[in-house]
């Protein structure tokens, strides 16, 4: 598996920068290879995993839009990265959905691209965030999610069970209440599993845990293996299904790995089923959650499906 690997080529990307409720994000934009400066171009603004930073994930997927002739803009959330925002490394889908939110809306203000035709693609918790976004902002034409994230407590629920799914829930307060008395307190981003060590973590799984480790290592060195307990609160109370209704009449895709059990296919099932038209699923198989972050020929897939959509969708 490890000969499939993508390695992003840093110098088909360019630093940006732009305000989100009065924050500086850092971004990268990606050009299509071919466009002369000021070259109009539609446009594809990109949002990925949970804890992750603009040089985890999306930059496979922004060198393969650019080249197929989009304008594609990634961004660090508030708080992480080389963004600004206090307390760091704090993780709150709705603020972060706000960056999102923020940066369709920078995109479709810059003089090189298409503003009538911008698209939302998101990529893990980035494909949940979509969805809020375009139901957010109605100027946008269309709105993707591949290996989306839909409902975290929803899944801890189904592993833990109710009542371990609230006991854990009961270790994230206490930590609060140490917040609340002024002291930011901090949490793993990932484990290998939970323990007697590691009581609560982000992402307690095996599968998380090697592909932070070795991408944190390789290629984004401003991820943090923390994350601010307050996190925990609203990124496991957080739905994108509710948003799913929302988004029509924008168009919609839903893309799926058959095999996924850090974010379950039945779950990326009922936000399509929630969704209105127009909308389409499209399920890639796959082995594990992760081989659709950088992986061929899984994410070549999921771009192809989407690039093949938006053909027929973009006005």
């Known amino acids: 598996m490890q000969s499939n690997l993508l390695v992003a080529d840093p110098t088909r990307r360019t630093p940006i920068s732009f305000d989100s409720d009065g924050l500086r994000l850092a971004g990268h934009l990606y050009r299509p290879p071919e466009a002369e400066p000021g070259t109009v171009t539609p446009a594809i603004v990109m949002a990925g995993p949970v804890s992750s930073v603009k040089e985890q994930t999306l930059p496979h997927y922004a060198e393969r839009f650019a080249a197929a002739g989009y304008t594609v803009v ?147 060195p401003t991820w943090s293996p923390k994350t601010t307990a307050a996190s925990l609160e609203p990124y496991l109370t957080f739905n994108a299904i509710s948003q799913a209704p929302l988004v029509a009449p924008t168009p919609l895709l839903i893309v799926h790995g058959t095999t996924d059990v850090a974010l379950l296919p039945e779950l990326a099932q009922a936000a399509y089923d929630a969704a209105g038209e127009p909308k389409e699923l499209v399920w890639i198989e796959t082995h594990n959650h992760v081989e659709l972050y950088d992986q061929e020929p899984y994410v070549g897939e999921a771009v192809g499906h989407v690039l093949g959509w938006l053909e027929r969708v973009l006005p």
């Open 74 to 220: 990634t961004f660090d959330p508030r708080g992480f990265g080389e963004s600004e925002g206090e307390p760091r490394f704090h993780y709150d889908p709705w603020l972060i959905i706000g960056d999102y939110v923020n940066a369709a809306a920078y995109t479709m203000q810059r003089d090189d691209v298409d503003a009538g035709r911008v698209a939302v693609v998101g990529v893990c918790m980035g494909g949940g965030f979509a969805l809020a976004t375009a139901a957010r902002e109605r100027r946008l034409a269309a709105c993707a999610s591949i290996a989306g994230g839909y409902d975290i407590g929803g899944t801890f629920q189904r592993v833990l069970g109710a009542e371990g799914l609230a006991a854990y829930m009961r270790q994230a307060n206490e930590l609060r209440d140490r917040d609340r008395d002024g002291e930011t307190q901090y949490v793993p981003t990932i484990a290998t599993a939970l323990s007697d060590e590691v009581p609560v973590a982000i992402m307690p799984t095996e599968e998380a845990f090697e592909y932070y480790t070795r991408t944190s290592r390789d290629h984004a």
